[in-house]
């Protein structure tokens, strides 16, 4: 809880920050104040305990996904860090929005009660809507905000609608009731399905799951690189930490209801994601597809409500964000120096700029599920926990889906050694930077070959 | 007297290494002298056991060396066996072996790659000894392919000559065909036997009944074998073609030694072959018909060593023809006879080759016997021996031959005594075409006519005296003689007494006869060659079919290769073209290609305007939500 | 009269349906429109139906929370429609036009 | 732990090659990988008979999942380790005259992918064995992929993409015998049990992914199509590794993985593999017969030359298992020298086109004599590292059909028919314009060379050692199989 509070509040600093002249100084108060906050956080471990009668509940799995949101947060803040100094931006606006956004996203994994994920959902997405058009002049900055603002609203609607169907059936917002009817009144009504749908609806389009996946690409690519970095990542982390917590908490035992929608969702997502993602020639529409397409891989854990898997959704989605903020990071770089975000432009990068080029291989790699990079394993792991529930067929759509996605992986990393740049200048990036790249490297490889401390978090 | 045995198969072998490492660095002489002492050391060696056994104070023996390969129910050692039918083989091998090399020494002395040919003819000579002194199929086999190897190394020899390469990689070929079926033989030998020793194999026998689909298996899948390796029906084209290597070699490989590996194989191999008498049945006709078959093609060739070549697969031909018959010494009796008198002719015709600068042709010989006196009349004896005219070697084992095949039938008597008429008669053609009549060459030639150096007719009056008494150690009981060889090998024949039961009478008319119609078919060759003064026609001149389709071979050659060489090749381009790149890889890459079509056009969905996206989603809802209410 | 009043008296299912039809407006409102500000003006039809659905579960159970939740999206709502037409704006003056066609460049 | 040490070793040495500079990156990966091959020798030596399993390491590694870092080396695997150890060395001298772009990276792959392949010959942990299986992928894609010719990008992503697509499979029945062990644990003794266990349908299941995953790896018939293509565009050494040591990761994976593991399975379906194995061998070899690509033409002959082997690990037998891990031996020596004479080839005139060949043999003796022997081990000639295997390969397929084991010996000769055809068209002959000024073999190309010849005569004229040396991990292995096997009825 009070890593919340220590958060919100740091949201309004970043604000007044530049009234009191300490522009320059913000991002270093930011990474203080996360780091504090993640020993905080750690620091509740295993002391389960619920906030304001009931509205929030830090258990284990919100630590948890706080842990990896705040830590995230961290890394994006060193990515980001290059784009801020060069004044694009106006640096304290940014950082109070992106702080606030990660406000809501806590309020997402650690909610107890439905007004929560509704507030959290939208502390999280109203900033970003601002953000995704922070480049005023820009007709493609503008158009993603529009879009994503306006699915957005739409979508909540939905995830609003059906929010209050279940209140009209259980007559309280709170989960545990929730759940408790569900499990104990049974004989539910009609209603009561088609709540969980439209709260499945609402939900599925902040993972951007298909069909409510049409925002992502042009999104992504419309945005600033590094906004699209955190919505790729964090909030899409958030965004099934919340969704996970919804269904695993309530709606474990009718799951005959809506898993069999779900799973043609996936299907859908993991086929038209992966395969989508083939042609895209620019590499934030790409990225955007990928996103897409590993949705559809963490959805599947929605099919088991374990602990096993929700450790594999954790994982998963660790491995996902953080390989997929390596990218953008890289990604940055890239059109920072060759001035576009086309795929070409990673042309000839391994002669360029081995650091850059190595950073980008592994995390393809990694996205890519390809051993010893941490992909693989949150992959093997998730498979394991499904097939250990005999969800074959979907397992076997998943290695397709994973096959097609090796195939625009490794565009990129074709582009990078197997083709040569007509521009064959090296690109030079500075320490800090290299090592931030170098340090996300280390960290994706480590992670992917000990991963042990990471598979026992959620034991309750 | 057995401890250096394994000095016989290695002199060669250091041979071959010593001459193969120092290539570069010894001269032709001291690589000659190597060469040709460490068959001679080899040679002595074999004496050295030979005699021995002929006393009787050396038993059979094996000499095993290593476990070569032993694991499972696999035990297959490296070892020797030393026995009449071996040590008889040996002798041939290291003596003819002795001879060629010295010969080689002053044939070849012009050569650049003189050491090369050394060494691979000491390669050779290992090879083939391991072939005949193993104790096991595997180490036979072992010899066997190595043999084929240095046969492929020496026929082309001469490797700038693309078409000597054809040569020389159409007998390796040829020769695999056969090896492939050796080794299915040698496969269902251990499967039946459960070992591929000879000692074993031969003594358990007795649980095969004869004529059993096992045994025929066996035999035939052996003959196969022997079929490639001593160039028989259908397996011989390779042989002719052989003659592209240097002479000595195909007087050593071509026609003494490797050759006969067959022939040894078989008579090894007797035991089993006695209880298929279906397969022998199969021997004896190929063996015959092989032996008109290439005589027929020989009284056409107008290349002196062409006609040797089919006279080779000809008489193979008749050894392969008294193997049927079961008459197993009696083979191994031509074989040696053979050996000289056929080495012999191999190596004087390498003499005229010598003399004549290189010409083979024998249209452009003639009148060779004043300039090459030694050399004609060593062929001369040769020839007589070949043609069975008394007492030159080759009429007693052909005679012993025919005996059997009037044993068997008169018919067959009748065409193996054709077979042994038109070998008279291509030989005597070509002796008079040679050595008779005038001088037929270029001036050029005529004036650089000379006899050879002695290291070159040293051997070939060793081999005419081997030629002239080599058949007294098989003189058959009619004519007094004790047939000693016949008594040497009976041991390995294993008691399966094959003597005919021909009345003396019979015999001695059968011979009459034979050597009556081989003389007149001498008589009928003078008058035409040598009277008439007739030379074959040059090419190209319009000749009867019958000559036309002699002369090519029975167009042989030509069939094999729109039946299995072209189909071979347009069987590749098709599994190439057709099957690899558009079937399979079609399909590989049609599962990419699939992918990537699906995406770009299913990308379009994607269309940029919001109010499709959200008319989309709505279509969405509305059918998650009727998916899940209302089924 | 006594069976018409009953009819027509607001019992629970006739909200639901009542907003079930205003949110469906909204959402065909959001569909077929083309100016953005009438989508807004949808979206926030959608939003109210909700609203009144809320309210009307909330007297239904007996549970303030509801009500409270409705005073929640209303805040919420006009947050967000702030943010909405601050885009608007800006994109007004980039392209002179509010249509929701006029900015389709990103795509395929 | 020595096993665990020989991985490490190539591994941390691999590593270390990136500090030095191009120029020293070659000697310092030569030192290195020497020092593994006496390591290796090392172990050979101290190899007793007297147990099956030497060098053992069982470490746990991810707990909560019943991961174990658990390595060890019967005499399968130490036969392969051999393989891998001696190879790597000859394949990086091989590289010596060769100007190379960026050499530390190259060595390092090389190295790296040194240290995955001993992995995957003695991984006892299935989790850990498809680590290593995949690791070993990723340098030889990047070692074809960025000193890779003509074409490099298409092929070597359709090769990775080939066999990701198998190994993906493997995982999920890995995956599969996981969960079914009741214990939770991949260790491969308890997988062994149950694997047997399962119902038909299942072990189907696990049976076809494997195969597919080795199948692709060796690659057989018809899953060979992106080996031609990548062995003729990937830089010779990556050639060489891909040839030599990789595809017998597939035929390894075979014996050790599948044969054992899902006897019902086995027994009803390998028949179908062996079936595709032998025409593999035809096939190819009739496609070997007309190409005039020397590289492309050695893949195929590799392809007919794996298809026996695999019809030999299908089969099970113990003459068979054995002509298989003997003729592994042999085929990476072999396989490695007929590369490196395309390589010597290719250098000195700028061409794989056979047809533009011709005279070598003249200009060059030393190198004629190599490529001869190298040329008699692979047409299998007796007395040749070739023909030990070969022979023991026959001796099983025979015990096993002996039509088949006909059909396989086509193979005979053809073999000596492409080799041969081969060995003519560049070698022999005139010399032309491309090889009139053919140099004969430097010193490193020598020191390469004379090691592979001395290996391929030893192993023709004294294979026991080698034979000893794997048959008690064979004939454990057969009897692992026919215990699970005899459990289940």
Sequence with gaps: MNVLIIISILGIVAMVSEIFGLRKSIWYIVVATLTGAFIINLNDWDTARRYYDDMVFIDNYAIAFMGLLLFLAFVWFFLSKDQYESDQFNTSDHYAQIIFSLTGALVLVSYANLSMLFLGVEIMSIPLYILAGSRKKDLASNEAALKYFMMGAFATGFLLFGITLIYGVVGSFNLSQIQHHVSEVGNLPLMFYAGVVMIMIGLGFKVSAFPFHFWAPDVYEGAPVMISAFMATIVKAAAFGGFYRLFSVCYTDISGHWAGTLSIVIGTTILIGNTLAVYQVNMKRMLAYSGIAQAGYLLLTLLVLTNASANALIFYIASYAIATLCTFGGLYWVIKFRGNDALDSFKGLGKSNPILALAMTISMLSLAGIPPAVGFFAKFYLFTVLLEKGFMPLVLLSVLGSLISVYYYFKIIIKMYGTASDDTSTLYISIFNKAVLIIILVAILAIGIMPNFFLGIITQ | MTELTWLIPLLPLIGFLILGIGNKYLTKSVASTIACATILGSFLIVLSILFPLINGTLANTTISYFDWINTGSVHLSFSFLLDPLSITMMTIITGVGFLIHVYSAGYMSHDEGMTRYFAFLNLFVFSMLLLVMGSNYIVLFAGWEGVGFCSYMLIGFWYKNQNYNDAAKKAFIMNRIGDLGFLLGMLLIFQTFGSLDYATVFTTTSSIESNSSVIIAITLLLFVGAMGKSAQIPLYTWLPDAMAGPTPVSALIHAATMVTAGIYMVVRSNVLFSLAPFTLEFIQIIGLATALFAATIGLVQNDIKKVLAYSTVSQLGYMFFALGLGAYSTALFHVLTHAFFKALLFLCAGSVIHAMSGEQDIRNMGGLAKKLPITFYTFLIATLAISGIPPFAGFFSKDEILAHAFEHSPLLWGLGLAGALMTTFYMFRLLFLTFFGSFRGTEHQKNHLHESPLSMTIPLMVLAVLSTIGGFIGIPEVMGGGNWLKKFISPVLGGTAEVHTLSHETEWLLMGLSVGAVLLVIAIAYIIYVSKKTVPLTEGVETSVAQKTLYHKYYIDEIYDTIVVKPSYLLSNMLHQLVESKLIDGFVNGMGTAVNKTSAAIRFVQDGSISYYLFAMVVGIIMLLFFNTVI | MNQLTELFAPNLNNYIILCSILFTIGVVGVLIRKNIIIIFMSVELMLNAINLLLTAFSVHHGDSSGQVFVFFIMAVAAAEITVGLAILVMIYRNTGSVSIDSLRNLKW | ?489
């Design chain 4, 1 to 489: 732990m020595e096993t665990a040490l020989l991985i490490a070793l190539p591994f941390v040495s691999g590593l270390l090659t990136l500090m030095f500079n191009d120029g020293k990156a070659k000697m310092v990966a030569l030192l290195f990988s020497l020092c593994t091959l006496v390591n290796a020798i090392y172990l050979a030596c101290n190899f007793c008979t007297c147990t099956v399993w030497h060098y053992e390491l069982n470490m746990p590694w991810l707990t909560s999942l019943g991961i174990n870092f658990s390595v060890g080396m019967d005499g399968i695997s130490l036969m392969l380790v051999l393989l891998t150890t001696a190879l790597v060395p000859l394949i990086i001298l091989s590289s010596f005259q060769r100007e190379i772009t960026n050499a530390k990276s190259f060595y390092c792959l090389i190295l790296l992918m040194e240290a995955a392949l001993i992995g995957v010959f003695t991984a006892r942990d299935a989790f850990l064995f498809y680590i290593f299986w995949e690791l070993a992928l990723i340098p030889i894609y990047f070692i074809c992929l960025i000193w890779g010719g003509e074409n490099k990008n298409k092929i070597t992503f359709k090769f990775f993409l080939y066999t990701l697509a198998g190994s993906l499979l493997m995982l999920l029945a890995i995956i599969l015998l996981y969960i079914n062990n009741p214990a939770r644990t991949f260790a491969i003794d308890q997988l062994y049990t149950v694997g047997a266990s399962l119902d038909f349908g299942t072990q189907a299941f696990v049976f076809w992914s494997f195969f597919l995953a080795f199948a692709i790896k060796m690659p057989i018939f018809p899953f060979h199509t992106w080996q031609p293509d990548t062995y003729t565009t990937a830089p010779t050494q990556g050639t060489m590794l891909l040839s030599g040591i990789m595809l017998k990761m597939g035929i390894y994976g075979v014996i050790r993985w599948l044969y054992p593991m899902v006897p019902d399975a086995f027994s009803f379906y390998a028949h179908y593999a062996i079936i595709l194995s032998v025409v593999g061998i035809i096939y190819a070899s009739f496609i070997a017969l007309k190409q005039n690509n020397l590289k492309t033409m050695i893949a195929y002959v590799s392809i007919a030359h794996v298809g026996l082997i695999a019809a030999g690990a299908f089969i099970g037998n113990l003459e068979s298992l054995q002509g298989v891990v003997i003729q592994m031996f042999s085929h990476g020596i072999n396989v490695v020298g007929l590369f490196f004479i395309v390589q010597i080839v290719f250098e000195r005139t700028g061409t794989y086109d056979m047809s533009v060949l011709g005279g070598i043999r003249s200009k060059a003796p030393l190198f004629t004599t190599c490529f001869i022997m190298i040329l008699l081990s692979s047409v299998a000639l007796p007395l040749t590292g070739g023909f030990i295997g070969e022979f023991l390969l026959f001796v099983g397929i025979f015990k096993y059909h002996s039509i088949i084991a006909a059909v396989a010996g086509l193979t005979i000769i053809l073999g000596a028919a492409y080799m041969l055809n081969a060995f003519q068209k560049v070698m022999l002959g005139e010399a032309n314009t491309n090889t009139s000024d053919f140099k004969d073999l430097v010193l490193t190309e020598k020191l390469v060379l004379i090691p592979i010849i001395a290996l391929i005569i030893w192993i023709g004229v004294y294979p026991q050692p080698f034979l000893n040396i794997s048959e008690p991990a064979v004939k454990a292995l057969i009897e692992v199989a026919s215990k699970t096997s005899a459990l289940n009825h």
